[in-house]
Every structure is written in C-alpha cells, then in structure tokens.
C-alpha cells in the first residue's frame, strides 16, 4: 500500500512527497522511494528518520507501528490519516489521545466506494429494522490469502454502523456472531453474521445480505486492485489538514451527516 499512495501522490501535481519511512532493517533504505514504488525517481531516499515540514502523513503499516507514527507527528504537531487495520483497543485509545492534539483520521477502509456503501448500508437497515417480520443481517468478506486478521476491520465497521442503526430504535441488544458450525440452533431475530473468506489475491469484496420473509437484498462492493485505498487515503490527508484536532473517519471527509 505504502508504494501505491507514493506512485499515485508522484502523479499528482498537488503534492510533494519529502519523506518515506520504514524499519531501519529494512534492505531498501536509501533507495528512492519512487524507484521502488514503480513509478520514477521523486529525489527522496526511503529511511528511518522522519523528516520536518510535513503538511501529512499517510501511515500504512501495521500495528505495531501506529505508536511510532503517533508520536513523531505529535513530536511536529503533523496530521496523520492512519490506514493500517487490525488495530486492538490499546491503539484505538492512542488514536483518541493523539486526537486531542493533531488531527487524525482513522477508517478500516480508506476506499471512497466502500465508505458510500456502509452509509447505503445504514439506510437500508433503517428502513427495514422496523418490519414486523424482521431483517436478517450477514457480512460475508473476501481477502487475499495472507490477511492476518478476520474478520476485516471494514466488516466489523459495517457491523458497527448497521447495529447502532438497530439499537437507535430501543431494540434488543445486537449480538455478533462470526460464523456458525453444528447445532446452532434457530437464527435469533437481534444477531449480525460475519463470515470471512481468505482466496487468492482478492484485495477486498464486502457483501451485505439484508433477508427478509420471501425477499432479500444484498449490496456488494468490490476492489479490483488496491489503488481505490491509495487514492482515499491521499483524499484525507488532503482533507485534514485544514481541520483543527480531531478524530475523524471517511465519512468526515466525504461529508456524510
């Protein structure tokens, strides 16, 4: 992801790239970024340091970096979107805390179409929570095989926005259930499915079933390629740093009330 955003910010003659960051272990230090992302030679050498006089960062990395990243753009006083996923509660609190002070935008999903479908997503579940015979929810998501965490952390958003959607209207609290195997049992009426499926080197695909008595509805969004999370990314940065400190998401950059 890291040498998308640079092969796609290198394009762009609204920015200048002055630094990419990675572990000092890393055998490509001091080659220039752009070489390595594919493009062409941009003048700036991959390192360890971080440079001065960032207007943004872009952090894609992985967890265990998100606290790093943190620090040196509070160290600058830098706004930081931060792209990486599978982040714990101990990062999401970090998240918050930076928040008081520099701008940050955080999002399981950096993709402009996936981030329009979990706001179809929540009216679709807004009108329909009421039936009399119900709705019944599942998530099933697609990854590539070297994904480590499941189920994704857009599924999880998704199910995040769809539940708080249900428990607007005082209903029953919603229960998560990821996958189902032996005996389970009749589906209760106040449960969201999740099923994670890992094949190949799919780069995303998020379906939402909503399952009615004799009909159902099902949104579907899909990467083709990871260039969709590049292009969100570098939208928030551009986004943020017009913005006081903050925590913010995609739906703060697009405009969704």
């Known amino acids: 992801m890291g040498r998308r955003v640079v092969a796609l910010a290198a394009e762009d003659p609204t920015i200048k790239l002055i630094g990419g960051i990675e572990s000092a272990t890393n055998p490509l230090i001091g080659n220039d970024i752009g070489t390595i992302a594919a493009a062409h030679p941009v003048g700036v050498a991959l390192s360890s340091t971080w440079p001065r006089g960032a207007n943004a960062v872009i952090d894609f990395s992985s967890p265990v970096a998100v606290a790093a ?120 009426r106040n449960e969201i499915g999740y099923h994670a499926i890992r094949v190949g080197d799919n780069p995303g695909e998020h379906t939402i079933v909503f399952a009615m008595l004799g009909e159902r509805i099902e949104i579907n969004v899909a990467a083709s390629n990871r260039d969709c999370y590049a292009v969100g990314a570098i939208a928030a940065a551009k986004w943020l740093q017009s913005q006081p400190p903050g925590l913010y998401d995609m739906f703060d950059v697009l405009g969704f009330v």
Request: proline share 4%.
């Open 69 to 188: 990243c943190l620090d040196a753009c509070l160290d600058s006083k830098t706004p930081i979107v931060v792209a990486t996923t599978g982040l714990e509660d101990e990062h999401k609190e970090r998240l918050s805390q930076a928040a008081e002070m520099i701008p940050v935008c955080w999002a399981p999903s950096m993709s402009l179409a996936v981030n329009l479908t979990m706001k179809l997503a929540q009216q679709v579940t807004a009108a329909l929570k009421n039936l009399p015979t119900g709705v019944d929810i599942e998530i099933l998501e697609r990854h590539h095989r070297f994904k480590e965490d499941a189920p994704s952390g857009t599924a999880l958003k998704f199910g995040q926005i769809i539940a708080d959607e249900l428990s607007a209207s005082g209903g029953n609290a919603v229960q998560h259930v990821h996958g189902r195997e032996g005996k389970t049992g009749a589906r209760s």
